[in-house]
């Protein structure tokens, strides 16, 4: 069945560092794919989203490309600040919209 | 973006009672609403689909008799957690699907509630 397979943490980085959370997925079809991130006690937000492949979702200076010829769906942040950190969720939705499937999320800690 | 509401926050009940979670989509219809459980550092576990109208579809190993679920409306789902016992205590997350975002599938997520089972 489909899943999500997502780079385990903790990750903790320098503020201005590069982050990469690697996200590979497993699907039949064309699945939709997303960002979640989950700061300290709060419920999920959606981060970017990417609905077929080479889309590129981006927001708050994250970055993921939708890679079907790799099943990937890569986060990406060129500089990392301290209000980044929180748990990050890849997640994927198959293509009849009705199944969600989380990774394990992958906590980040940004030190100044 | 859609918003989806959750109350109440944080809940501290003795064991044995009953705590009730209402989860709300506010600007939108959802026919479908989904309940997780978060334990600490961990992923998000899918409890159950609430679907309007009918009974909620519960994922293997979730005791439905424990774990209410109610969706009385379009707007409106509930869980309740029945006979509380300190092993209860988590995060619980409810979500819903616009019915506009069904194609891609996007989920809007309400702020979680802990529950604490003294």
């Known amino acids: 069945g489909d899943s999500v397979t997502q780079m385990e943490g903790p990750v903790t980085l320098s503020e201005e560092a590069f982050l990469t959370i690697n996200c590979t997925y497993t699907a039949t079809g064309y699945p939709s794919l997303f960002w979640y991130v989950q700061y300290p006690g709060e419920g999920l937000q959606l981060l970017l989203k990417?609905?077929?492949?080479?889309d590129k979702g981006s927001n708050k200076g994250f970055e993921a490309t939708y890679r079907k010829e790799t099943t990937s769906f890569h986060l990406e942040k060129g500089s990392v600040q301290v209000s980044d950190s929180a748990v990050y969720f890849c997640?994927?939705?198959?293509?009849?919209?009705?199944?969600?499937?989380f990774g394990t999320g992958t906590s980040l800690t940004v030190i100044p | 973006g859609a918003v989806v509401s959750q109350h109440p926050s944080r809940v501290i009940c003795k064991s044995g009672t009953s705590v009730k979670i209402e989860c709300r989509s506010l600007d939108f219809q959802a026919t479908t609403m989904f309940w997780y459980r978060q334990f600490p550092k961990q992923s998000l576990m899918l409890m159950a689909t609430s679907n309007e109208g009918s009974k909620a579809t519960y994922e293997q190993g979730v005791e439905k008799d424990k774990f209410l679920i109610n969706h009385a409306s379009l707007t409106l789902s509930t869980l309740t957690v029945t006979s509380a016992h300190p092993e209860d205590s988590s995060f619980y997350i409810c979500?819903?699907?616009?019915?506009?975002?069904?194609?891609?599938?996007?989920?809007?997520f309400g702020e979680g509630s802990r529950l604490t089972v003294l």
């Open positions: 979500s819903a699907r616009d019915a506009q975002g069904a194609r891609t599938g996007e989920l809007f």
């Open positions: 990417a609905t077929k492949a080479d």
């Open positions: 997640a994927l939705s198959d293509n009849t919209g009705n199944q969600f499937y």
